[in-house]
Structure formats: C-alpha cells, structure tokens
C-alpha cells in the first residue's frame, strides 16, 4: 500500500483506519458475500468506509479462483477506482505498477519514480524477486527512506535493509532472513523444543497450485529418519525430497517442478525412530496441483 496525497474531507461520519480496512477485506472470508474469496473483498471493504488516508493499495493474482491482480486507488474526495491489465496503457508486459501519485482518479502526474519502473519494464518485461528489488532501490529509489524491506512467500525469504545517519534504506545492501531460522532458531530452543512441537504434522503445500514451484513444511518433534516424496496419480516415485535423519525442528522444503507436466501430484511424508529399530512413528499424504 502507498500513501497517496489527497486526504481533505469533511464529514459528519467516523473515519475509519485503513489498514483495519485491509484487513476486513483479507481476513473476514468472503467479506462481500458473493460466494468468492478474492480480490473484490478488499474493494468492497475499501468502498464501503470513509477512509482515514488516501491510498493505492495492491492485489496480487489469486491462481486458487483466478481472481486477477488489481490496484485500487481512493480517497475521500473522488471515491474509489480500480486499474487493471485492460486499461494499463503505460506499463510494459502483463504488469501493474502505482507510486503515491494517483493514476486514474486524477491526470497522471510525471512521478520520477514511476517513470524510472517503467522505463526498465520496456527493456525487460520479467520480474523476479531479485529484480524487483534492484528495480525499486535503482529506478525508484527516493531521495531517503527508513527501511526496504521484501518478502517472499514461496522462499520464504525476507530481505530487510535500514537506513544509517548518511544513506538511505534502498542504497544498502540487504540482510537476507529465512523465516523458518528467524522464528524458529537451530540454536536455544533445543531443549524445550517439545513443549513447542508436540506432534508430527505435514502441512499443506503453498501455493496451491503452484506453477513452478511451491513449498511444503512439516514439524518433527523427535530425532528421526524422514523421507519426503512425490508421487504422481500412479502411484510412481516422481522424486525424493528428503531423505536423511533430522533432528527436531519445524522444516521447509522447496519443490521445483519445472520439468514435469501440469497435473495433480502427491506428496508423502514416512518417519521412523532410529532409537526404536527403525519402526515407523508417522506417515501422512497430501494431494498439489501443478499448473502450467
């Protein structure tokens, strides 16, 4: 969310924070009661409040119901508009781009920031996480910021980078945390470790679907032997994950599945107890879906 630059209004009615908003319209399931879950719940939240700020808030493609990204632009004096793929006629590729300068509820102004996006999206349409974070501290960079920060769902990765007394967050080079090590640490928690993991578990899958690549995470409560394995709706071995002795920890393990074909695949987890001859302690299977 940006914060946009248009906040006078009078009103006899309450504001209302819109970051509570946000989060009406991602945590209260199917806040609008059209039987979807999507990107329109956060719309209709933000349509429905005098808001207490002006913003542009994006949304990002929903694979699960196909809901498409979107960016919603509102304040209280021109209401609220949306822009998607159809009337983005600035930015190249299948791409969505805003700063806090509004775009459609006023004439686009000439923001330095939005013009450099753009200007690299015409060279190379593709972004990765890598390069949008080189993108935004290069040709967005501001004149001076407090933090960049970027978070990565499926590496689980999170870039963090704080300004110093002379330079700005964007011109640092980032330290890179993985949330499983930020939240749950190898080290100190050892010994309590089965008060907090108090039973094997597999998750499921995310994002499901997935296209290429997704991530599954399972809790291990004891040192055991655990094998992680994928398998298609033949029941043929399509690859081994994990395969080694682990000691207890909450786990997250990537699939890259750009070599194999769209379709549903299953993933199985086996764990054995080295201590009790091998026997096997717990085994659970779990439905993805590929899609290409």
């Known amino acids: 969310m940006n914060v946009g630059n248009k906040t006078e209004f009078k009103t006899d ?11 009406n319209g991602i945590e209260m ?24 700020v002006a ?7 929903n694979l699960g119901n196909e809901s498409d990204p979107m960016i919603i632009e509102c304040n209280n004096v021109k209401g609220v508009i949306t822009r998607n793929q159809t009337n983005n006629t600035v930015v190249q590729g299948k791409n969505l781009l805003a700063t806090n300068h509004f775009r459609l509820l006023y004439t686009p102004e000439s923001c330095y920031r939005y013009s450099g996006v753009t200007d690299s999206l015409q060279n190379n349409v593709n972004i990765s996480p890598d390069r949008s974070w080189t993108i935004l501290a290069g040709a967005a960079g501001v ?7 970027q978070y990565n769902e499926s590496s689980r990765e999170l870039k963090w980078a704080t300004s110093t007394v002379s330079t700005a967050a964007y011109l640092q080079n980032p330290t890179v945390f ?16 089965s008060a907090i993991i ?16 997704t991530t599954i995470q399972y809790d291990i409560p004891k040192t055991s032997h655990v094998i992680l394995s994928i398998y298609n709706m033949n029941g043929q ?19 890259n599945a750009s070599q194999y074909s769209s379709g549903v695949y299953i993933y199985r987890i086996q764990v054995s107890d080295p201590a009790n001859g091998g026997e096997d302690g717990f085994s659970a299977v779990k439905k993805c879906i590929l899609m290409k």
């Open 13 to 23: 009615s309450l504001f209302y924070p819109i970051l509570f908003t946000l989060r």
């Open 29 to 52: 399931r199917d806040y609008n009661r059209d039987l979807s879950f999507n990107a329109d719940d956060i719309l209709d939240a933000v349509r429905q409040r005098n808001r207490s």
């Open 55 to 61: 913003a542009i808030i994006h949304t990002v493609k």
């Open 143 to 149: 004149s001076w910021n407090l933090h960049s920060i």
């Open 178 to 193: 993985n949330l499983n090590d930020l939240f749950y640490p190898e080290t100190g928690i050892k010994e309590n470790i």
């Open 198 to 213: 108090q039973k094997f578990r597999l998750s499921q899958n995310y994002p499901n679907p997935f296209n290429p690549t």
């Open 237 to 255: 071995l399509v690859e081994r994950l994990v395969n080694q002795k682990q000691e207890p920890r909450f786990y997250s393990v990537n699939w």
